[in-house]
C-alpha cells in the first residue's frame, strides 16, 4: 500500500512539523518506507507552506507528491492553491476555522473546525497537531501509537502534554466525521 499526503496551510502553522511527526512514525515506529519533503513561501511566517509525505510497503521510486490521496488545508490559500490536486475518492481535510469555500472536486470532503480545536486544546500554536490527528481518525496513514511516540520526540520540552491533547481531540474529531453517530445512538429519533 502507498499513500501520499500534502499538508499545506501558512508558515507558522506547523504543517511542516506535523509532515515530521508523521513521517517519523511511519518510517521509524511502524516500519515503513517514507519521504518527507517541505516547501515555504518568500516569507517564513505568513507565506505559503506546503509539506508533503509519502508512505509505502514497498519501495519509493517517485519521492514526489503529484496527485495526494489526502489533502490538508489549513487556510484559504492553500484551498484554492491544492484542491484540485487531490486523488478522485482521496481525502480533503479543510480547516473549518479558517477555510470558508471548498471549490467542487470529487474527493471526500471533511471540514473540521481544527483551530478552533487548537484553542481547546491549549492554543492555535497546537492546531497543526489537532490536523494530524484528525489525518490520521480520517486515513490510518500509521498508527495512533507510532504518532504519539514521534511527537513526544519531537515537539519542545514542556508542550509535550498540550501537544497530545491536541493530538487526541484531533483523532476524535476526524474519527467522529468519519463514523459520525447514528441517530439512535445519538438519541435522536423521528419527531425529536
Same mark, same amino acid.
Given at each position: 500500500?502507498?499513500?501520499?499526503?500534502?499538508?499545506?496551510?501558512?508558515g507558522?502553522?506547523?504543517?511542516?512539523?506535523?509532515?515530521?511527526?508523521?513521517a517519523?512514525?511511519?518510517?521509524?515506529?511502524?516500519?515503513? +518506507?517514507?519521504?518527507?519533503?517541505?516547501?515555504?513561501?518568500?516569507?517564513?511566517?505568513?507565506?505559503?507552506?506546503r509539506?508533503?509525505?509519502?508512505?509505502?510497503?514497498?519501495?519509493?521510486?517517485?519521492?514526489e507528491?503529484?496527485r495526494?490521496?489526502v489533502?490538508?488545508?489549513?487556510?484559504?490559500?492553500?484551498m484554492?492553491?491544492?484542491?484540485?490536486?487531490?486523488?478522485e +475518492?482521496?481525502?480533503?481535510?479543510?480547516?473549518?476555522?479558517?477555510?470558508?469555500?471548498?471549490p467542487?472536486?470529487?474527493?471526500?470532503?471533511f471540514?473540521?473546525?481544527?483551530?478552533?480545536?487548537?484553542?481547546?486544546?491549549?492554543?492555535?500554536?497546537?492546531?497543526n497537531?489537532?490536523?494530524?490527528?484528525?489525518?490520521?481518525?480520517?486515513?490510518g496513514?500509521?498508527?495512533v501509537?507510532?504518532v504519539?511516540?514521534?511527537?513526544?520526540?519531537?515537539?519542545?520540552?514542556?508542550?509535550?502534554?498540550?501537544?497530545?491533547?491536541?493530538l487526541?481531540?484531533?483523532?476524535?474529531?476526524?474519527?467522529?466525521?468519519?463514523?459520525?453517530?447514528?441517530?439512535?445512538?445519538?438519541?435522536?429519533?423521528?419527531g425529536?
Amino acid at each position: 500500500m502507498k499513500i501520499e499526503v500534502r499538508l499545506s496551510g501558512s508558515g507558522g502553522q506547523g504543517v511542516v512539523l506535523a509532515a515530521i511527526i508523521l513521517a517519523e512514525a511511519a518510517g521509524l515506529h511502524d516500519g515503513r +518506507n517514507v519521504v518527507q519533503t517541505q516547501s515555504y513561501g518568500v516569507e517564513a511566517r505568513g507565506g505559503a507552506s506546503r509539506a508533503e509525505v509519502i508512505i509505502s510497503d514497498e519501495e519509493i521510486v517517485f519521492p514526489e507528491v503529484i496527485r495526494p490521496d489526502v489533502l490538508l488545508a489549513m487556510n484559504q490559500p492553500s484551498m484554492n492553491r491544492y484542491a484540485n490536486s487531490v486523488k478522485e +475518492n482521496g481525502i480533503l481535510i479543510a480547516d473549518s476555522s479558517l477555510v470558508k469555500e471548498i471549490p467542487g472536486v470529487r474527493a471526500k470532503i471533511f471540514s473540521l473546525p481544527l483551530t478552533e480545536l487548537g484553542r481547546q486544546a491549549g492554543g492555535v500554536i497546537v492546531s497543526n497537531m489537532v490536523a494530524l490527528g484528525s489525518l490520521l481518525g480520517l486515513s490510518g496513514v500509521a498508527s495512533v501509537e507510532s504518532v504519539r511516540k514521534a511527537v513526544l520526540n519531537r515537539v519542545p520540552k514542556g508542550t509535550e502534554e498540550m501537544n497530545v491533547r491536541a493530538l487526541e481531540l484531533g483523532l476524535q474529531a476526524g474519527t467522529q466525521a468519519l463514523f459520525p453517530p447514528s441517530e439512535a445512538e445519538a438519541g435522536v429519533g423521528p419527531g425529536e
